[in-house]
């Protein structure tokens, strides 16, 4: 407390105090007449921000680093204790602290969830989540590389200056290149410690039909006569397969059904007839097998 600095004056004895690298509201400071307290460098008047009862530092006090090693008074060298009160030795970091103790910064990390399930995404698609890095010490947490160990993860961000009681977000994606599951480990790196987070996802490749026939050749037949022939529609993709419209260009062509479900990695029979009512060449008609729309050339 500022006001507890108070010089004295009495039976023609005088004091004389010089204040320097200090934290004091040199107004407050009371020299009755004939003493004198005077103020040299280093003064610092901003509140202190002290962290508890016992007057230890915040990180953002202005304090820290403010004072100097020795200071040249009146008449003789003034030196800075080698240790502050609580027997740690001075410096601690970059110069001294104004005050009685270091500050001491201790980063911590607290990185949340531990653990990151995409489920099933798209092949060529990208799904993104959202990992929190809470800065929990006494000193600014630095993230200094995120490094993961599958490169289907991939994190937006490798480089972080968090202040103490701060947190903040880092999104990683995932985008799987193949139809298999996938795991990996997300190494968050920083000046607190290192922690680790899993990661699991599962690539899924979309439908695809295969067709077993581009082009379907009646050949020659008699009028108001049937024909039929078997198509295979198969689907070689990771997920369902709905076709949903199978139809014909033209009447004298007909389909046994015209809505599937084929599953992954399954097939079906499809059973094409055609009965011709007139003497002519049927050429160009189209099959429609919808999901996705493919035109298959019936002759």
Not at 36 to 61: K, V
Not at 67 to 90: C, E, H, L, M
Not at 206 to 227: C, H, K
Not at 229 to 236: F, H, P
Request: proline share 5%; charged share 20%; glycine share 6%.
């Amino acid at each position: 407390d500022s006001s507890d600095i108070y010089l004295y004056s009495f039976y023609g004895y005088t004091c004389r105090m010089n204040i320097a690298y200090s934290n004091v509201e040199m107004s407050r400071c009371i020299a009755e007449e004939g003493s004198e307290i005077t103020a040299s460098n280093g003064i610092i008047e901003t509140e202190p921000s002290f962290s508890d009862s016992d007057f230890h530092l915040l990180y953002s006090s202005e304090l820290i680093d403010a004072g100097v090693q020795t200071f040249a008074g009146w008449d003789s060298i003034i030196y800075a204790p080698v240790r502050d009160f609580a027997n740690k030795a001075r410096p601690a970091g970059l110069g001294w602290e104004i005050g009685a103790y270091e500050f001491h910064p201790r980063p911590a990390m607290i990185a949340n969830p531990d653990t990151v399930d995409y489920g099933s995404v798209m092949v060529s698609d990208i799904d993104t989540n959202t990992i929190s890095i809470e800065s929990a010490g006494t000193g600014v947490l630095v993230i200094y590389d995120i490094v993961s160990s599958n490169p289907v993860f991939s994190p937006h961000a490798t480089y972080w200056e968090i202040p103490p009681d701060s947190a903040i977000d880092i999104d990683v994606s995932f985008a799987p290149v193949a139809q298999e599951v996938y795991c990996g480990t997300l190494w968050i790196c920083s000046n607190a410690d290192t922690q680790f987070i899993l990661l699991l996802g599962m690539g899924l490749m979309p439908p695809n039909m295969v067709i077993s026939d581009d082009a379907i050749d009646f050949g020659l037949m008699m009028e108001e006569t049937d024909t039929t022939v078997s198509l295979i529609i198969s689907n070689d993709g990771g997920m369902d397969l709905n076709i949903y419209d199978i139809r014909t260009s033209h009447t004298d062509f007909d389909v046994s059904e015209s809505e599937y479900l084929i599953c992954a990695g399954d097939e079906v029979e499809v059973e094409i007839s055609f009965e011709p009512h007139e003497e002519r060449l049927y050429s160009l008609s189209l099959i429609h097998i919808s999901e996705p729309t493919r035109p298959l050339y019936i002759s």
